[in-house]
Structures are given as C-alpha cells and as structure tokens.
C-alpha cells in the first residue's frame, strides 16, 4: 500500500508563494507520474499540473508561468512551487501519485487548503 503526505497549504496574501509538497511511501515499484489536482466550492475539480518520472510537465493555463512542477525521484516527492498567488488560485490541493507494477494504481493525497486573500 501507498500513502501520500501533503503539505505547504496555508494563507497568503495575494502576490505571495507558498510551495506545496507531497510525499510518497510504502510499498512502491515506480512513480510514473505526479501531480496535484484543485477544488474549490462550487467549482469543477481541476489538473493544476503534473510531472512524469522523465521531467514531462503540463500545467493548467490559468497557472502557467506562476507555477512550477518538480520531483525528486530519489526520495519520491514531488513539489508545487506557487508564486505569484491569485485569490482565484483558492481552494484545496490534491496531490496525485501513480504508481506502476504492471498497471497503474493512483493513490491520493489528503489535501491542503490554499487560502488567498488579503
């Protein structure tokens, strides 16, 4: 089993940078991907950004050129570097983890609230 530790959430003002870090462990083969999916109230859930285990990275438009995506293979964490936060940018973060024997498995993160507001 897989479990997947988020953190980094928190309160800021807009213009800030908070950075976002998930943690894999447990019984893990390989990572192909990582990321972090965002859900605010009574939005759709939506793909902030994700990476592959070769460095591929694809973000939303609504963050591109705020956010950066990176993995540390090595330790099987990966981080969401936020800057320059929006108050749209509010919501709860999901990081994502999909693991691969033969098939792929994707496990969860808990989630951690991402509030801006000034």
């Known amino acids: 089993q897989v479990q997947l530790v988020e953190s980094g959430g928190g309160l800021v003002q807009p213009g800030g940078s908070l950075r976002l870090s998930c943690a894999a462990s447990g019984s893990i083969f390989s990572i192909y991907a990582m990321g972090w999916y965002r859900q605010a109230p009574g939005k759709q859930r939506e793909l902030v950004a994700g990476?592959?285990?070769?460095?591929?990275?694809n973000y939303a438009d609504s963050v591109k050129g705020r956010f950066t995506i990176s993995r540390d293979n090595g330790k099987n964490t990966g981080y969401l570097q936020m800057n320059s936060l929006k108050p749209e940018d509010t919501a709860v973060y999901y990081c994502y983890a999909d693991v691969t024997v033969v098939g792929s498995i994707r496990y969860w993160g808990q989630g951690t609230q991402v509030t801006v507001s000034s």
């Open positions: 990476i592959t285990s070769g460095g591929s990275t």
